[in-house]
């Protein structure tokens, strides 16, 4: 007996050991705080929402019109990228280059906007291929919350939630990274608030805090 | 642990449980003392036993798991190009007609990310005006069928349309070579522009013709009218102008002819705060859902019910009359021009005394409309004889079969297949397998109406327009587009049907708009008021009356099933188990007898009985009617159909599971070789049977034998023995006290606190007996829009079906003289719920806003609020009923979790649709206004039965009817406090059997 009780002991001390001194942090079983995958496209929030000041509601047009924010289909970043092609240092150095080899300038296309293109079924020049079809991207979802949480992003773009108040600050993101844990109990720190700074008035505090607002 | 062993060496049996009793070794030493006690375990061995194996290794597993736990990627993938008016997660509807029975509702089709998942009838549509029948509603579900044929066959092969065209093109040119006939059989075609193209195939190919008939025939009633009023014709039957209504077996508020439209029309003329409201006398022999509704029903065998009309029309023309006949023509005449005498028996003799009886009451012009005919149903019988003569004779050298399914519906069926295998080609145009594709040679397969295009004049003057909602599935192509490919005409779905209406529009548009705007509007609205080609009649011609084959004795009365229809539906599972509404059987159709009848022959329910109706016959279980004719045996159609084989596992797949069909066996039994034929005229009532018994018994999943509300004999207290719960009276004694008949429960001090303060919303219900014909369209509508389970014959004879709305039926009276009562009953969301105190982890709480909530998640499965809740309503999911086809799958709700199993669900008060109006209602800034939510019960009700609303606000619907003194809640003794409440029923009768009725 003295024996097995000894072999358990150093068993969990051991585990426990490496759970701490590893690199990841302990979470409970879907808990994605700071999540932050690679995605297909490295497409930069710091360079279109943050230096580029586009609106998160450009791309993200669901949010103030359905359950899903969504992410955008591939043509709307075609509604810029059809001539942006590659940055702006980038297209310089070649405007200088052809400038001092005395040529036209060549057709620039940064890699990742091949990606785009290719996704299209363009060529890297952006320009149609007969008889090839596009196929999505397969972005990788960062914030997932379970299927038995209704979450709608329409009440809350009603409500006049900003979207860094869940989402961070995404203008200053490279690559997106979930910063809150999205538990239940970090919903309902805000919904149990008085809503001074919201536009819905306090009483509906109560109604938030029904289990059927989310779970049904 | 090594067996206890006795001094002696003799082993002693280990069995320790209580029950059994210990017995002691032969030399009786305790077997307590020789099993190994705690200190034996001490200096046991010191190798590792089993128990302490799976301690340490459950310890590291805990121990290693916390230390890794990666969540499953999930993938995003948006559109490639956005089409504009697509957001995901927002529903966007088309207005499209149904063709799932015939009579051409108007529906509103939802789509969720390109697919419909839930049909509502169109508000504006003359034939729906916004309700919708079960049939219509659980039609949505075959569009996602994997049984579906998705590919033309011929020969047996799956093959390309231009190896088929080729093929059938020869085909029919050797037809027309041999000088054989090219016939088209079809049912009833009601588009234009079918009808059109047809012609000039049929012009193509000389000696070609074209064959309608309605496997549920109608004929009888077009012959009667070519004989009195020299037009074949279906007229519209007006029941909103009919003051008093006398119906000889027309089942028109459940299966006949238009039932939405008819319920419908017969609502609007029940209004109990007018003077007057409509008297309703059903003559029939078996009880239906019309006859249910009815103010007064005489029983009577089919033979009985043609003498009764006959002695009602010689008692309108003065020539005398007796008891019944003599009454009802006296009251018949009392409402002359506002009354309507209807019949759906097919025979000659019933239908031409109709006539002349509507002759007589002048009704003629006003309550029946000749001149903006009927067109849904014009298939003649005759022609379908004339065809069968035909082929037998081996005069058909082509015959393609689209729409109907004439193996299986004529009774001359065997005959049938017989001389198909003997023409040349064959061609079957089918959206599934069925008896008839099984002998054609040529199967081309034909889309379901959520994806085609169809142009449909069901009644003259409205043109209907169908269009697709989703990509078409399968490889599939409509009559239309094949007729016209063999007609050499080649053009797509859409443009066939758009530039046919291109030429002709200007003869028959309405208004002054170009086609391009006429069209637009046609397709956005669904449909469009065209000119009515309108028919002459002449004048009312008396005509010999035809003789009648309706025999006495006992008979054989086949009725369409309000679930299968005429058995297009057998392979849909949710309308195989909804319950027949007035037996509530699943899953079967059965032999009803009379009570009387039965004990005469013998037999009891479940008794497998044999009948046999000239030379040929049928085993089907007897399950016991009231209300019946003594003299009639009532057997549904719609059953026995071939594919419903895939059903024989269904269910969920346990250890005592026991299959929903035996070794080659079909969902009930066809019973189509009985009929027979006055002349040409298909009879369905009047055949004459004899019956004998098998000494087999069968399992009758009957859901009424359950979940009642009636407090079991034994242990009610006397003075609750009888509860309260349907509550009626009679027109005239509401007219004099609008509270007659409603029983209140004393006001009851209760000990809560009012802890439950509704400060927005406060959302009730109200359902109105009187109204609710029993249709059961709210349960399948509900059942499509929260995406509840079916769960196979044999759960539901377990008493577990999962119906989250059920409609219990309830019978006064015995015999001739018995009433029906029909009371829809959900989750009651009390107040003061019994199921919310005891759930041990809270699943189920009171909302803020009066709903009690269930919150699946959070559920564990105890069941204790089952037991509790004294309506009954809750359900549980015994097993994990959703499974992974992920066609099947597409027509799920995704606003609605699919529960799993060990979780309670009942009805939510459609919550989604709550929050999605006050998520609407929020984001644009405005409040809610009463209507703008629309449950999906209510929403699908024909009968508009169904009040849906906020008790808070002053003005709404719900709360002017809580004030109704007709108001009164189920169970109200209990105190549970119930948001439903129901309105007593009022019939238009004079006195009420035995005063007023309670439970």
Same mark, same amino acid.
């Given at each position: 007996?003295?024996?097995?009780?000894?072999?358990?002991?150093?068993?969990?001390?051991?585990?426990?050991?490496?759970?701490?001194?590893?690199?990841?942090?302990?979470?409970?079983?879907?808990?994605?705080?700071?999540?932050?995958?690679?995605?297909?496209?490295?497409?930069?929030?710091?360079?279109?929402?943050?230096?580029?000041?586009?609106?998160?509601?450009?791309?993200?047009?669901?949010?103030?019109?359905?359950?899903?924010?969504?992410?955008?289909?591939?043509?709307?970043? @075609?509604?810029?990228?059809?001539?942006?092609?590659?940055?702006?240092?980038?297209?310089?150095?070649?405007?200088?280059?052809?400038?001092?080899?005395?040529?036209?300038?060549?057709?620039?296309?940064?890699?990742?906007?091949?990606?785009?293109? *290719?996704?299209?079924?363009?060529?890297?020049?952006?320009?149609?291929?007969?008889?090839?079809?596009?196929?999505?991207?397969?972005?990788?979802?960062?914030? /997932?919350? =379970?299927?038995?949480?209704?979450?709608?992003?329409?009440?809350?773009?009603?409500?006049?939630?900003?979207?860094?108040?869940?989402?961070?600050?995404?203008?200053?993101?490279?690559?997106?990274?979930?910063?809150?844990?999205?538990?239940?109990?970090?919903?309902?720190?805000?919904?149990?608030?008085?809503?001074?700074?919201?536009?819905?008035?306090?009483?509906?505090?109560?109604? $938030?805090?029904?289990?059927?607002?989310?779970?049904? | @642990?090594?067996?206890?062993?006795?001094?002696?060496?003799?082993?002693?049996?280990?069995?320790?449980?209580?029950?059994?009793?210990?017995?002691?070794?032969?030399?009786?030493?305790?077997?307590?003392?020789?099993?190994?006690?705690?200190?034996?375990?001490?200096?046991?061995?010191?190798?590792?036993?089993?128990?302490?194996?799976?301690?340490?290794?459950?310890?590291?597993?805990?121990?290693?798991?916390?230390?890794?736990?990666?969540?499953?990627?999930?993938?995003?993938?948006?559109?490639?190009?956005?089409?504009?008016?697509?957001?995901?997660?927002?529903?966007?509807?088309?207005?499209?007609?149904?063709?799932?029975?015939?009579?051409?509702?108007?529906?509103?089709?939802?789509?969720?990310?390109?697919?419909?998942?839930?049909?509502?009838?169109?508000?504006?549509?003359?034939?729906?005006?916004?309700?919708?029948?079960?049939?219509?509603?659980?039609?949505?579900?075959?569009?996602?069928?994997?049984?579906?044929?998705?590919?033309?066959?011929?020969?047996? +092969?799956?093959?390309?349309?231009?190896?088929?065209?080729?093929?059938?093109?020869?085909?029919?040119?050797?037809?027309?070579?041999?000088?054989?006939?090219?016939?088209?059989?079809?049912?009833?075609?009601?588009?234009?522009?079918? &009808?059109?193209?047809?012609? &000039?195939?049929?012009?193509?190919?000389?000696?070609?013709?074209?064959?309608?008939?309605?496997?549920?025939?109608?004929?009888?009633?077009?012959?009667?009218?070519?004989?009195?009023?020299?037009?074949?014709?279906?007229?519209?039957?007006?029941?909103?102008?009919?003051?008093?209504?006398?119906?000889?077996?027309?089942?028109? $508020?459940?299966?006949?002819?238009?039932?939405?439209?008819?319920?419908?029309?017969?609502? &609007?003329?029940?209004?109990?705060?007018?003077?007057?409201?409509?008297?309703?006398?059903?003559?029939?022999?078996?009880?239906?859902?019309?006859?249910?509704?009815?103010?007064?029903?005489?029983?009577?065998?089919?033979?009985?019910?043609?003498?009764?009309?006959?002695?009602?029309?010689?008692?309108?023309?003065?020539?005398?009359?007796?008891?019944?006949?003599?009454?009802?023509?006296?009251?018949? &005449?009392?409402?002359?021009?506002?009354?309507?005498?209807? *019949?759906?028996?097919?025979?000659?003799?019933?239908?031409?005394?109709?006539?002349?009886?509507?002759?007589?009451?002048? /009704?003629?012009?006003?309550?029946?409309?000749?001149?903006?005919?009927?067109?849904?149903?014009?298939?003649?019988?005759?022609?379908?004889?004339?065809?069968?003569?035909?082929?037998?004779?081996?005069?058909?050298?082509?015959?393609?079969?689209?729409?109907?399914?004439?193996?299986?519906?004529? =009774?001359?069926?065997?005959?049938?297949?017989?001389?198909?295998?003997?023409?040349?080609?064959?061609?079957?145009?089918?959206?599934?397998?069925?008896?008839?594709? +099984?002998?054609?040679?040529?199967?081309?397969?034909?889309?379901?109406?959520?994806?085609?295009?169809?142009?449909?004049?069901?009644?003259?003057?409205?043109?209907?327009?169908?269009?697709?909602?989703?990509?078409?599935?399968?490889?599939?192509?409509?009559?239309?587009?094949?007729?016209?490919?063999?007609? !050499?005409?080649?053009?797509?779905?859409?443009?066939?049907?758009?530039?046919?209406?291109?030429?002709?529009?200007?003869?028959?548009?309405?208004?002054?708009?170009?086609?391009?705007?006429?069209?637009?509007?046609?397709?956005?609205?669904?449909?469009?008021?065209?000119?009515?080609?309108?028919?002459?009649?002449?004048?009312?011609?008396?005509?010999?009356?035809?003789?009648?084959?309706?025999?006495?004795?006992?008979?054989?009365?086949?009725?369409?099933?309000?679930? @299968?229809?005429?058995?297009?539906?057998?392979?849909? =599972?949710?309308?195989?188990?909804?319950?027949?509404?007035?037996?509530?059987?699943?899953?079967?159709?059965?032999?009803?007898?009379?009570?009387?009848?039965?004990?005469?022959?013998?037999?009891?329910?479940?008794?497998?009985?044999?009948?046999?109706?000239?030379?040929?016959?049928?085993?089907?279980?007897?399950?016991?009617?009231?209300?019946?004719?003594?003299?009639?045996?009532?057997?549904?159609?719609?059953?026995?159909?071939? !594919?419903?084989?895939?059903?024989?596992?269904? !269910?969920?797949?346990?250890?005592?599971?026991?299959?929903?069909?035996?070794?080659?066996?079909?969902?009930?039994?066809?019973?189509?070789?009985?009929?027979?034929?006055?002349?040409?005229?298909?009879?369905?009532?009047?055949?004459?049977?004899?019956?004998?018994?098998?000494?087999?018994?069968?399992?009758?999943?009957?859901?009424?034998?359950?979940?009642?509300?009636?407090?079991?004999?034994?242990?009610?207290?006397?003075?609750?023995?009888?509860?309260?719960?349907?509550?009626?009276?009679?027109?005239?004694?509401?007219?004099?006290?609008?509270?007659?008949?409603?029983?209140?429960?004393?006001?009851?001090?209760?000990?809560?606190?009012?802890?439950?303060?509704?400060?927005?919303?406060?959302?009730?219900?109200?359902?109105?007996?009187?109204?609710?014909?029993?249709?059961?369209?709210?349960?399948?509508?509900?059942?499509?829009?929260?995406?509840? =389970?079916?769960?196979?014959?044999?759960?539901?004879?377990?008493?577990?079906?999962?119906?989250?709305?059920?409609?219990?039926?309830?019978?006064?009276?015995?015999?001739?003289?018995?009433?029906?009562?029909?009371?829809?009953?959900?989750?009651?969301?009390?107040?003061?719920?019994?199921?919310?105190?005891?759930?041990?982890?809270?699943?189920?709480?009171?909302?803020?806003?009066?709903?009690?909530?269930?919150?699946?998640?959070?559920?564990?499965?105890?069941?204790?609020?089952?037991?509790?809740?004294?309506?009954?309503?809750?359900?549980?999911?015994?097993?994990?009923?959703?499974?992974?086809?992920?066609?099947?799958?597409?027509?799920?709700?995704?606003?609605?979790?699919?529960?799993?199993?060990?979780?309670?669900?009942?009805?939510?008060?459609?919550?989604?649709?709550?929050?999605?109006?006050?998520?609407?209602?929020?984001?644009?800034?405005?409040?809610?206004?009463?209507?703008?939510?629309?449950?999906?019960?209510?929403?699908?009700?024909?009968?508009?039965?169904?009040?849906?609303?906020? $008790?808070?606000?002053?003005?709404?619907?719900?709360?002017?009817?809580?004030?109704?003194?007709?108001?009164?809640?189920?169970?109200?003794?209990?105190?549970?406090?119930?948001?439903?409440?129901?309105?007593?029923?009022?019939?238009?009768?004079?006195?009420?059997?035995?005063?007023?009725?309670?439970?």
């Amino acid at each position: 007996m003295k024996k097995q009780l000894k072999l358990i002991t150093l068993l969990i001390l051991v585990g426990g050991l490496l759970v701490i001194f590893s690199n990841s942090t302990f979470r409970m079983p879907g808990n994605q705080q700071n999540y932050e995958p690679i995605q297909p496209i490295d497409f930069s929030h710091r360079l279109h929402a943050g230096e580029m000041e586009v609106p998160c509601q450009y791309c993200h047009y669901g949010a103030s019109q359905s359950r899903h924010a969504g992410i955008p289909a591939t043509s709307v970043c @075609m509604n810029c990228h059809k001539y942006v092609s590659a940055t702006k240092d980038d297209l310089r150095l070649e405007e200088e280059q052809a400038m001092a080899e005395g040529r036209e300038m060549r057709p620039l296309t940064s890699l990742e906007i091949i990606k785009i293109y *290719s996704a299209m079924g363009y060529d890297p020049q952006g320009n149609p291929v007969e008889g090839k079809a596009g196929k999505s991207v397969e972005w990788v979802k960062v914030h /997932n919350i =379970p299927d038995f949480v209704f979450f709608s992003h329409k009440p809350h773009i009603a409500a006049g939630v900003d979207c860094t108040d869940c989402h961070g600050d995404v203008a200053s993101m490279e690559r997106i990274k979930q910063t809150e844990d999205l538990s239940m109990g970090w919903c309902l720190d805000c919904h149990r608030k008085d809503h001074e700074s919201l536009t819905a008035a306090p009483e509906r505090t109560q109604l $938030l805090l029904d289990c059927a607002t989310c779970h049904y | @642990m090594p067996p206890p062993s006795s001094l002696r060496g003799e082993k002693i049996p280990l069995i320790m449980s209580k029950d059994k009793k210990y017995w002691m070794s032969k030399d009786e030493i305790s077997v307590i003392e020789s099993v190994a006690g705690p200190a034996d375990l001490e200096t046991a061995s010191t190798e590792w036993n089993r128990r302490d194996f799976l301690k340490t290794a459950g310890f590291s597993l805990a121990a290693f798991m916390t230390a890794c736990s990666k969540t499953p990627v999930n993938k995003a993938i948006p559109f490639l190009i956005q089409p504009e008016e697509i957001i995901p997660g927002k529903a966007y509807w088309y207005a499209s007609t149904s063709h799932a029975c015939g009579s051409g509702c108007g529906v509103l089709v939802k789509n969720r990310d390109s697919r419909p998942i839930k049909l509502e009838g169109n508000p504006d549509h003359p034939v729906s005006q916004g309700g919708l029948c079960p049939v219509c509603q659980a039609s949505v579900i075959e569009l996602y069928d994997s049984k579906r044929l998705f590919h033309p066959i011929l020969s047996g +092969e799956e093959v390309s349309w231009n190896v088929l065209d080729k093929s059938v093109v020869q085909g029919l040119q050797k037809a027309r070579e041999n000088g054989q006939k090219i016939v088209l059989l079809t049912e009833t075609v009601t588009s234009p522009s079918t &009808k059109y193209y047809i012609k &000039k195939f049929l012009k193509k190919y000389a000696n070609a013709n074209h064959v309608e008939y309605d496997p549920i025939s109608y004929s009888a009633i077009l012959d009667a009218h070519e004989m009195n009023y020299g037009k074949r014709i279906l007229p519209q039957y007006d029941f909103e102008k009919a003051d008093m209504i006398l119906s000889f077996d027309a089942d028109f $508020l459940g299966t006949w002819l238009s039932p939405t439209q008819f319920t419908k029309d017969y609502r &609007k003329n029940r209004n109990l705060d007018a003077k007057h409201i409509s008297k309703h006398i059903q003559v029939e022999s078996r009880l239906s859902v019309t006859g249910a509704k009815a103010d007064e029903r005489i029983v009577k065998s089919p033979a009985g019910m043609l003498q009764l009309a006959k002695d009602i029309e010689h008692a309108l023309s003065g020539k005398g009359g007796h008891g019944i006949a003599s009454d009802i023509a006296k009251e018949l &005449k009392h409402y002359k021009g506002k009354s309507l005498v209807v *019949s759906s028996m097919n025979e000659p003799a019933m239908q031409e005394s109709v006539n002349r009886i509507n002759h007589a009451l002048g /009704n003629v012009g006003k309550t029946v409309i000749l001149k903006n005919p009927n067109l849904q149903k014009s298939g003649n019988d005759a022609s379908v004889v004339q065809l069968i003569a035909d082929m037998k004779a081996g005069k058909v050298g082509a015959l393609l079969v689209a729409g109907v399914n004439p193996v299986y519906d004529l =009774p001359e069926g065997e005959a049938f297949t017989d001389s198909m295998k003997t023409i040349p080609t064959t061609v079957c145009f089918s959206a599934k397998q069925n008896e008839t594709t +099984e002998l054609c040679n040529a199967i081309c397969p034909s889309p379901h109406y959520l994806e085609s295009w169809s142009d449909d004049e069901f009644t003259s003057g409205t043109l209907s327009m169908t269009q697709p909602a989703i990509q078409a599935l399968g490889d599939t192509k409509s009559l239309r587009k094949s007729v016209t490919g063999w007609a !050499g005409i080649d053009d797509d779905e859409r443009n066939l049907v758009r530039n046919y209406w291109k030429k002709i529009y200007t003869t028959r548009k309405k208004g002054s708009q170009s086609f391009n705007r006429w069209w637009d509007n046609l397709v956005h609205d669904g449909f469009v008021k065209i000119k009515p080609k309108s028919v002459s009649v002449s004048r009312f011609k008396k005509g010999a009356m035809a003789k009648s084959l309706l025999k006495n004795g006992l008979t054989l009365v086949a009725y369409p099933s309000l679930q @299968m229809l005429d058995g297009r539906h057998a392979e849909n =599972p949710w309308l195989q188990e909804l319950p027949d509404p007035i037996s509530k059987l699943t899953w079967d159709n059965a032999a009803n007898l009379s009570p009387k009848k039965a004990k005469e022959l013998g037999v009891s329910q479940s008794d497998v009985i044999q009948i046999k109706a000239s030379g040929k016959s049928v085993e089907l279980p007897v399950y016991i009617q009231e209300g019946q004719s003594d003299e009639v045996v009532a057997v549904s159609l719609g059953y026995g159909r071939k !594919g419903t084989e895939r059903f024989k596992n269904f !269910g969920p797949d346990w250890i005592q599971k026991k299959a929903t069909l035996g070794e080659g066996e079909l969902v009930g039994e066809r019973i189509n070789h009985l009929l027979e034929r006055n002349d040409n005229a298909l009879s369905f009532s009047g055949i004459s049977v004899s019956i004998s018994k098998t000494g087999k018994t069968a399992d009758l999943a009957l859901t009424q034998t359950y979940n009642t509300l009636k407090n079991p004999e034994n242990t009610a207290p006397p003075s609750m023995k009888v509860r309260p719960f349907i509550q009626e009276t009679t027109f005239d004694e509401y007219k004099k006290d609008p509270s007659s008949g409603a029983h209140h429960g004393h006001q009851v001090v209760t000990l809560w606190k009012d802890d439950h303060p509704y400060d927005k919303h406060h959302w009730g219900m109200a359902i109105d007996l009187g109204a609710c014909t029993g249709c059961s369209a709210c349960v399948i509508s509900c059942q499509v829009e929260n995406n509840v =389970p079916v769960v196979g014959k044999d759960e539901v004879f377990r008493r577990r079906d999962m119906a989250w709305m059920r409609i219990d039926r309830y019978y006064s009276g015995e015999g001739d003289d018995v009433d029906v009562a029909f009371q829809p009953m959900m989750c009651q969301h009390c107040d003061n719920s019994p199921c919310e105190p005891v759930c041990p982890v809270l699943a189920t709480v009171h909302s803020s806003e009066g709903l009690n909530q269930q919150v699946y998640n959070r559920c564990v499965g105890t069941r204790f609020c089952a037991n509790n809740c004294p309506y009954k309503v809750r359900r549980f999911n015994w097993f994990d009923y959703a499974h992974n086809d992920e066609l099947e799958n597409m027509v799920l709700n995704p606003d609605v979790t699919v529960r799993s199993r060990g979780v309670m669900e009942k009805c939510s008060m459609c919550i989604q649709r709550i929050q999605e109006a006050k998520i609407e209602a929020k984001a644009k800034g405005i409040p809610l206004a009463d209507g703008d939510i629309k449950l999906a019960c209510q929403q699908s009700c024909p009968a508009d039965a169904i009040t849906f609303g906020d $008790l808070n606000d002053p003005e709404s619907d719900i709360s002017k009817l809580v004030e109704d003194p007709r108001h009164y809640h189920v169970l109200e003794e209990l105190n549970a406090r119930p948001t439903v409440g129901y309105l007593t029923m009022v019939r238009n009768r004079e006195e009420e059997k035995g005063g007023n009725h309670h439970g």
